[in-house]
């Protein structure tokens, strides 16, 4: 039984699932309109983590993260930088697949563009319109949030204490400043698309409610994404779907804030500007480890000297894979306990991990316990007891591949250039490059490697 902290809940709920033994789970994406930060890989590493947990645990998971490409910022952006909307949103969509491939975020199964669902959005906010819900103003059409009855719900308060702390806009054709944007009516020189109730474009979290229900279907199982998306994107999201009486996410989860210290963002200071900088500076899997360190509903703190600590652990893990000669799992491949042979003693480790990971996905706990097993196994090849030592660094290679998280003996290390075929080997495959995905998987074999493919991406090991 799985269980996690459930935002509308406020507690600690088992996982229950629609179908059982699968998973169905949707991750606000990023808008591509700049460099993806720390906040953003932080929420991604965590998801991945828990998607990555539930598949070995022999659940099949279904995982959708969308990608915005239709916003303010990027139409602001565009201006900025004198070139078009599509162009700015392809740029940084290729930035953000390549800082995902670098922290070994696996592909999402799915991920829908926002431009692709406009129909399906003007539809939606059409009947939004005709029930009353949905009303026109000069520069687009609002939803009239008072008319769901359980509106506050994710935000842990009522409507009325709501609207008392909500900033009044200048926008004095809102009913409620809680209100908000269905769809905003085009501006000279913006994109648009044609709707009949004006031309223009859709507003965010109509974007996400439409692509989770359209890819996962009524009362898909889980919706997550970072704290700061739980009022009022996701508030507004649930809002849209249960005025039209439909399910929606069954349960809701948030993973916590990345603090950067008082002297936030300094430069000065050394901190890492955004997660493309911080993972030109570091060994990527150091940001996983700390992480996993962490409690996913805590805050972080992602400075030069946490990230130093988590590369001194991550440096014991390496060693543990050079005396072991441990072949290196994870990557973009998603692990499933029952590949691995487990024996009494490893079968004891797994289970306490697995307690742990189960509650509320107890990571803190379980690397420490992880850690402990590290000692264990270099005392017991110390002491002579090789083949216990192997089997237990077997054990701890397998449940931190099962987080995502790498362990490199030295033979194994893959270098920059390997690194960077198996990225553009990844891209490739995910936009149905075929050709050029085998052209890079003979470049890979010819530096040595054995590819290997899975759903979710390329894995390279030494024969
Ligand atoms: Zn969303």
Redesign the pocket.
């Known amino acids: 039984m799985i269980r996690l902290f459930d935002s509308a809940r406020g507690e600690i709920c088992e996982l229950r699932l629609r179908d059982p033994g699968r998973v169905s789970m949707y991750a606000?994406g990023p808008t591509v309109y700049d460099l993806p930060h720390l906040g953003h890989g932080r929420y991604t590493l965590v998801w991945d983590v828990a998607r990555r947990w539930f598949t070995f645990r022999g659940l099949d998971v279904r995982f959708v993260s969308n990608i915005t490409d239709i916003d303010d910022n990027i139409i602001n952006r565009a201006l900025r930088d004198d070139t078009t909307e599509t162009d700015i949103a392809r740029t940084y969509e290729h930035q953000w697949w390549a800082a995902m491939d670098l922290i070994g975020v696996a592909r999402p199964d799915d991920t829908p563009h926002a431009t692709k669902f406009v129909a399906e959005m003007t539809e939606l906010i059409a009947s939004f319109l005709e029930s009353g819900v949905g009303y026109l103003t000069s520069d687009g059409v609002y939803f009239d949030v008072s008319r769901v009855k359980d509106y506050g719900l994710l935000a842990g308060q009522p409507l009325e204490s709501l609207r008392a702390g909500a900033r009044v806009e200048a926008n004095d054709e809102k009913r409620s400043p809680l209100d908000f944007a269905l769809w905003k009516f085009a501006k000279p020189g913006e994109p648009s698309w044609p709707a009949p109730f004006g031309d223009g474009r859709p507003g965010w979290h109509t974007e996400?409610v439409v692509m989770s229900l359209a890819l996962l279907g009524d009362g898909f199982d889980l919706h997550v994404?970072g704290f700061d998306?739980k009022f009022p994107?996701h508030e507004n999201?649930r809002a849209q779907a249960v005025s039209q009486g439909r399910d929606f996410a069954q349960h809701w989860s948030h993973s916590g804030w990345v603090m950067v210290g008082s002297e936030k963002m300094s430069k000065s200071l050394g901190n890492f500007t955004s997660l493309t900088d911080l993972l030109e500076k570091t060994d990527a899997r150091a940001y996983r480890l700390l992480v996993l360190r962490s409690h996913y509903r805590s805050p972080i703190e992602v400075t030069p000297a946490t990230i130093a600590d988590a590369e001194r652990a991550l440096l014991r893990l390496d060693t543990l894979a050079r005396r072991f000669d441990l072949a290196a799992l994870a990557g973009n491949a998603l692990e499933v306990a029952t590949d691995f042979t487990w024996t009494e003693e490893t079968g004891k480790l797994c289970e306490k991990v697995g307690a742990y990971l189960d509650n509320d996905l107890d990571t803190p706990l379980a690397v420490a316990a992880l850690f402990e097993a590290v000692s264990t196994a270099n005392t017991a090849a110390d002491k002579g007891e090789d083949a216990r030592g192997k089997e237990l660094a077997l054990a701890v290679n397998a449940l931190f591949g099962a987080l995502g998280l790498q362990l490199l003996s030295s033979s194994h290390h893959m270098d920059d250039l390997s690194a960077t075929l198996v990225a553009e080997r990844d891209e490739a495959r995910f936009t149905k490059n075929w050709a050029e995905a085998d052209r890079l998987r003979d470049e890979l074999v010819k530096l040595g490697w054995v590819v290997e493919d899975s759903a979710s991406g390329t894995t390279i090991r030494k024969p």
């Open positions: 606000c996400c994404g998306l994107h999201e």
